[in-house]
């Protein structure tokens, strides 16, 4: 039993006409807590604030939501105390079971190390209002965690993924690797032949192995938990539209709890200024981001008059034929990108 339940239990006896203390002594509580009469503040004010902050994201928690009624010159609130709040006002989320994982278990294949290292793309399904299907194509820079890509059809061919991933690569660079199950659409043979032209390696998990995908998988639940439950699409262009939106927002305005409350645009151009502070250089475009290189290959590829990987100055068509500057770099080989101007992503 909780303290207040105790104590309620203490006043019901003694309204039964049965002595203050011998009513404490029977729910085992002191008369000094019974009497107590506390002097904190109102909570009113802050329960509306909180309120404010659930009805824009409905799906954080208290942790997050303190980060938000924290944040630049928001005043100062204890951590505690809002707690104390959201769990007396019953605003805690309901607990999803987890599922057991079924199969042999292990760390995550090719942990991305620098932005455009590792991207993973995958199929997400729903429905309009009429019953008809609609797939949703997800694609992920799983060291940022930016949605680069939301592409919304009825259905899906090798081709219309192959041109989610030419705007993609037109728009932010091309990746090293390319992560993703094994649907038809993604090991087709001539999804296969056009990343081997574009110079960029797939890496396909194990069958019935989801956990090797995590930042797809997590990214799915989100996208299902916080936009598709919540959304009723009548037409597939108003599911475009919502969508496109959402994806905005979670670039740019949705805190993500492992990269330390921080957008994933404001984790990337915090990214981009430390690759500036260490490799003495200014910093290549966002979207071409890359890992610093090792000193001793600085100089030959200073030197090389070849295009770098990365830079984008045409349509993503024109990409196959720019040939790269392979560097090593421990575990991963990847380009060092030149700095380039290009105008600014729409994110």
């Not at 009113?44 to 009805?55: F, P, Y």
């Not at 404001?266 to 979207?287: D, H, I, R």
Request: hydrophobic content about 35%.
């Amino acid at each position: 039993m909780t303290t207040q339940q105790r104590r309620e239990t203490a006043e019901f006896l003694h309204a039964k006409d049965v002595s203050i203390r011998r009513s404490c002594v029977l729910a085992h509580i002191s008369r000094n807590a019974v009497g107590y009469v506390s002097r904190r503040s109102a909570d009113s004010e802050l329960i509306e604030e909180i309120n404010e902050v659930r009805k824009k994201h409905p799906c954080y928690g208290y942790r997050r939501t303190h980060m938000e009624l924290t944040q630049g010159d928001k005043g100062v609130l204890n951590h505690k105390r809002l707690h104390r709040v959201w769990r007396d006002n019953a605003m805690q989320h309901p607990q999803n079971k987890r599922r057991r994982r079924r199969g042999k278990k292990g760390q995550v294949p090719l942990q991305a190390v620098h932005a455009n290292h590792v991207w993973t793309y995958d199929f997400v399904e729903d429905a309009t209002q009429d019953g008809r299907k609609l797939r949703f194509l997800t694609l992920i820079d799983e060291q940022s965690r930016r949605a680069l890509a939301v592409e919304v059809r009825r259905s899906f061919k090798s081709a219309d993924v192959l041109g989610v991933l030419d705007a993609a690569f037109a728009q932010y660079g091309m990746p090293s690797f390319l992560r993703s199950d094994n649907g038809s659409e993604f090991i087709a043979q001539a999804v296969k032949d056009w990343l081997e032209n574009m110079n960029v390696k797939t890496h396909y998990i194990e069958p019935g192995s989801p956990w090797q995908n995590p930042f797809g998988e997590s990214f799915n639940g989100t996208l299902r938990r916080e936009h598709l439950n919540r959304e009723l699409f009548a037409t597939l262009e108003e599911a475009r539209v919502l969508t496109n939106t959402w994806r905005r927002y979670y670039n740019t305005e949705r805190s993500h709890t492992l990269i330390g409350y921080r957008t994933p645009q404001q984790y990337f151009e915090q990214t981009a200024s430390a690759y500036a502070l260490v490799s003495g250089a200014l910093p290549p475009n966002p979207q071409d981001l890359s890992h610093q290189a090792d000193p001793e290959n600085q100089t030959a590829a200073t030197e090389t008059t070849s295009p770098p990987r990365l830079s984008v100055f045409g349509p993503a068509s024109a990409l196959g034929s720019l040939p790269s500057v392979a560097l090593s770099s421990g575990r991963a080989r990847f380009s060092l990108p030149q700095h380039t101007l290009v105008p600014k992503p729409d994110y």
